[in-house]
């Protein structure tokens, strides 16, 4: 499912259910909200500004 699982730490840790299959199952419980439901604010994660 992924290939470098170091790269998505700061969303697994907002939602560790969509990066664990367990019995070939995703838990989506924690989206919710706007936007998709990532809840984007809360993930750590700093993107480089374009240049």
Known sequence: MQFWPDESKPEAA???GLYQRRNGILD???IRGPGFGYR?????????SPN
């Open 14 to 16: 907002v939602h560790p």
């Open 28 to 30: 989506l419980s924690t």
């Open 40 to 48: 984007l604010d809360e993930i750590q994660r700093k993107i480089p």
